[in-house]
Nanobody
Framework: QVQLVESGGGSVEAGGSLKLSCAAS????????VAWFRQVGGAEREGVAV???????GYADFVKGRFTVSKDNTKNTLYLQMNSLKPEDTAMYYC??????????????????????????WGNGTLVTISS
């Protein structure tokens, strides 16, 4: 059974940091495309960062330079280090995975992130709240 379990969310002041973790099981984590998405209210989930199966890492333009994504294949865990947090980063953060990411969204900066509709597995999310 596939499981993605996020942790590390919480409430911090603007300028602070949080580190999210996503513990994965039940599928080939090391050879999969894994990503972080976030969602505010009823809006569509938007990609934040990705680690593709070939090692490619990509970031949304709105988090570049502040967030760092990494994965530990020995622990089957995906991480998201979030620094210089802003109130607009407040959202539910989700971990997602796919055997292959085949639907991509291209950013003006040249970064690319997988599309929400192309992900196979999802966690239940962890809430991040940033106060001003």
């Amino acid at each position: 059974q596939v499981q993605l379990v996020e942790s590390g969310g919480g409430s911090v002041e603007a300028g602070g940091s949080l580190k999210l973790s996503c513990a994965a099981s039940g599928f080939g984590f090391s050879t999969s495309c894994v990503a972080w998405f976030r969602q505010v209210g009823g809006a569509e989930r938007e990609g934040v960062a990705v680690v593709d199966s070939d090692g490619y890492t990509g970031y949304a333009d709105f988090v570049k330079g502040r967030f760092t994504v990494s994965k530990d294949n020995t622990k089957n865990t995906l991480y998201l280090q979030m620094n210089s947090l802003k109130p607009e980063d407040t959202a539910m953060y989700y971990c997602a995975a796919a055997g292959r990411c085949i639907l991509w969204n291209q950013y003006a900066s040249g970064s690319r992130l997988p599309d929400y509709y192309g992900m196979d597995y999802w966690g239940n999310g962890t809430l991040v709240t940033i106060s001003s």
